[in-house]
């Protein structure tokens, strides 16, 4: 993997660069859609390739279903699901975080039951990385221990500290254990630390002193409750620390505001389920503002769904059509409504380079984040 700055923008830390991998060239900043089980729900690849150069992997689901074997035998998820592009996988730690009241955490690892059939599992930082070399991913994410919000000091830095050390047998373990496809998997570690300034940033000096060789950083655990502005304040922190030619992935953060507001603080690279979630409820991000298209007030608007859109379902269906297919409970709906959203988010990413190119990502910014938070319901 290489990572090429372009741009800085001068009122701003926002930055546009270019990052490579042995599947593409992805421009940053980036917006990556979820697809943890090899798919993104309701979206069929031909549609999802025109939406972005690199999509998202979960090592957890993709374990269970299809499973390694299948993955193994099929050549990696890129064979897999005729993925021509870049994947980013994650390790897992997440849904640890997630399913803590019935996991049993030590220093080893995690062990728990699949809530698929209620049988015992164990994930060690090892095994994490052994299901991710099976995966395939271009990039892939160190196994760690997200603590539960809110928390307090002591309880977050045994977090901090058993993420460094997962890292740790994390890194060693790839170095030890070649790519089984043709193509290199970059290394990402994970910084946590919670809400507490000194704690991630004695997460990053920890990786310094280690001289381990780090091609770009993950950053874990916000955005799981505390106020936006502790976000922006732990961000604003960690960039200031973390290397200026390496790529930044703030893991989950999705809201369009709450997306500038990262590019501001100088992230590359954002995922989450919002653009297709939502899209699935009814709920499309316009340049407009946010809309229900389930409410009545769109049953007689036969305008298109969006006339500054730039996908081809813009134009193509009104909202009072979109509207008759929810109420319908069609599945078609769900597709053009995730499309939307994820163009939307491809054109925002996009819009926001341009601007950085520019030189006036902040102007452009403020005049921006009313419109997006703007809901027409």
Partial sequence: MKFFLKKTDKSSKARAGLLKTDHGEIETPVFMPVATKGF?????????????????????????????????????????????????TDSGGYQVFSMKKINQITDEGVKFKSVIDGSTHFFSPEKSMEIQRFIGGDIIMSFDDC??????????????????????????????NPEFYNHKQSFFPVIQGSVYPELRENFINKIYNSEMEIEGYAI???????????TYKIINLLTNKLPYKKPRYLMGV???????????????????VIPTRNGRHGMLFTWNGIINIKNKKWKYDYSCIDKLGNSHVDKFYSKSYLRHLFISKD??????????????????????????????????????IPFLKNRLQ
């Fill in 40 to 88: 993104v729900k309701s979206i069929l690849n031909k549609e999802l390739n025109k939406t972005s150069n690199i999509i998202l992997g979960n090592a957890y689901h993709l374990y269970f279903n299809p499973g390694i074997k299948i993955l193994y035998e099929s050549g990696g998820l890129h064979s897999f699901m005729n993925w021509k592009k870049s994947i980013l």
């Fill in 254 to 272: 999705g809201e369009p505001s709450d997306i500038l507001e990262h590019i501001s603080l100088g992230i590359d690279m954002f995922d989450c």
């Fill in 220 to 230: 874990g655990g916000l955005s799981l409750g505390e106020k936006k502005e502790k």
């Fill in 331 to 368: 599945s078609i709906g769900k597709e053009i409504a995730s499309i939307h959203n994820l163009f939307f988010y491809k054109n925002l990413l996009e819009k926001a380079r341009f601007h950085i190119m520019n030189n006036n990502f902040s102007t452009w910014k403020n005049k921006m």
């Fill in 147 to 176: 603590p539960t919000f809110p928390c307090d000091f002591n309880t977050a830095k045994i977090s901090m500290e058993r993420t460094f050390l997962w890292m740790n047998k994390c890194y060693f373990f790839l170095k030890k």
